[in-house]
């Protein structure tokens, strides 16, 4: 076995099993189900250990538009430029033709960058996923907002050879809201071509808030209901972050509920900490997420009406799955908002809680798109960066994995993770290795 510890490697799908990562876990130490089928609990109460489950790469045989943010407002937003090294994490996911089998087909690529008006561009031609680190950190700066033409630009590479049914996704990673409104139509227009074609499109939108701002009672979404609910109708995800560091999440989002509609079915089943997740109003008048609380773990949940104003109301409720009892209820008051708050059983021999989160509206033939948000004490320590958890040997699924192997930093803010689980793959704590630019990787050779 040989250790490395690397900004971002490419090797083999079948060799590389991914032992430590920042700010998610991959529950590499052996995860247990949860109470719930999909859901992974965490190992033990440590802040420091892995945490929930594997995420399958998917059958392969995919299309994915990469559509990345290159407007100036991204030098104060994301300095760091984090959404790029997600781009190149979401890439590493993807099965490259060196990693193709006979059930599993290469999948293929494509990175657009957008700006103001006519400035979208092809940065990676739909093509290898491994080939296209390159041109993700080619990417800068330089102009306004529209998003639309970062969609258009990337269905048309999609297209080109006329196929897209299913198999194919877009994921926006962006701070921005179109400049000037009145492009707004443009990228509604855009997404839904993107859904009539059977493309899902997923919108990961970074919305940085002033400093010192109190996030106890929720994000208010900026972004366009319109664009909110077009993204939703393709089936994908819209996630709003406050902090370019959450782009990790959001990608841990994607990746379970599917970044094609062939990949898990559309939806928003599960919640993840430092995400403000956006969902329309089931035709049953009930929607639910579902999340495992650590011991000890203090959360505030908020739901918040979208559109349609305080004329939408709605009731959220928080349910022990475990016990089937109730532990908090809400209703949205004249702003539009309830607030659920809750602290885990401080008992580190506990198993941890598996928790629900319903709501429905008053109404049981109301339509309308709400938020619901979720910030967690849980948050990433540096002494995770000196943790000396390891592997187990063998999977929940029977896959041998290394034994020992290089520490493994994880924090706890990936919980959840309803999805695709095919093939018991490692891939998510390979996205977060890459997010975070450092990783320490063990590959079987």
Do not use: H
Request: with cysteine; glycine share 12%.
């Amino acid at each position: 076995m040989v250790s490395l510890t690397c900004s971002f490697i490419r090797a083999s799908f079948v060799s590389k099993v991914v032992v430590a990562g920042v700010l998610l876990g991959s529950g590499l130490a052996g995860a247990k189900p949860s109470l719930r089928p999909g859901l992974y609990r965490r190992e033990n109460p440590s802040t420091c250990d892995p945490i929930l489950g594997r995420i399958g790469s998917g059958s392969g045989g995919r299309k994915i538009g990469i559509v990345i943010d290159a407007s100036y407002s991204m030098t104060d937003n994301d300095p760091d430029e984090v959404r790029l090294d997600a781009a190149k994490g979401l890439a590493n996911t993807l099965v490259s033709p060196g990693e193709a089998t006979d059930d599993k087909p290469a999948d293929l690529l494509t990175v657009v960058d957008f700006a103001n008006e006519d400035s979208a561009r092809v940065r990676y031609e739909l093509g290898d996923p491994a080939g296209a680190t390159a041109a993700i950190e080619r990417i800068f700066p330089r102009g306004g907002t529209f998003i639309g033409g970062g969609v258009q630009v990337a269905i048309d590479e999609l297209a080109k050879d006329g196929t897209t049914g299913n198999r194919t996704g877009i994921v926006i990673l962006s701070d921005g809201e179109d400049d000037p409104p009145e492009l707004v139509p443009e990228t509604v227009a855009e997404i839904e071509r993107a859904g009539q074609l059977g493309i899902r499109v997923s919108f990961g939108f970074l919305q940085v808030l002033p400093e010192g701002t109190d996030v106890s009672s929720g994000l208010v979404v900026n972004q366009d209901p319109g664009i909110q609910n077009a993204v939703l109708q393709t089936g994908g995800s819209m996630a709003t972050i406050n902090t370019a560091s959450n782009f990790a999440a959001f990608l841990a989002q994607i990746l379970s509920t599917g970044l094609t509609s062939d990949d898990a079915s559309s939806g928003q089943g599960s919640l993840f900490s430092g995400l403000t997740t956006t969902a329309q109003l089931s035709e049953t008048g009930s929607n639910s997420f579902e999340y495992d609380a650590r011991a000890g773990e203090s959360l505030n949940v908020t739901v918040r009406t979208v559109e349609n104003g305080t004329s939408l109301v709605l009731k959220a409720t928080l349910r022990d799955l475990g016990s089937d009892t109730d532990i908090a209820t809400a209703e949205t008051d004249d702003t539009g908002l309830a607030v659920l708050s809750y602290t885990a059983s401080a008992d580190t021999a506990s198993a941890d809680t598996a928790l629900e989160v319903a709501v429905t509206a008053a109404d049981p033939n109301a339509k309308g798109l709400f938020s619901v948000g979720l910030e967690s004490s849980e948050v990433l320590d540096s002494e995770c960066l000196n943790s000396t958890a390891t592997a187990d040997a063998t999977a929940t699924n029977g896959t041998a994995k290394p034994t020992g192997g290089p520490a493994s930093p994880f924090p706890t803010l990936f919980t959840g993770g309803a999805g695709s689980f095919q093939d018991g793959a490692y891939q998510l704590a390979a996205v977060v290795s890459f997010v975070f630019g450092t990783m320490a990787v063990a590959m079987i050779m």
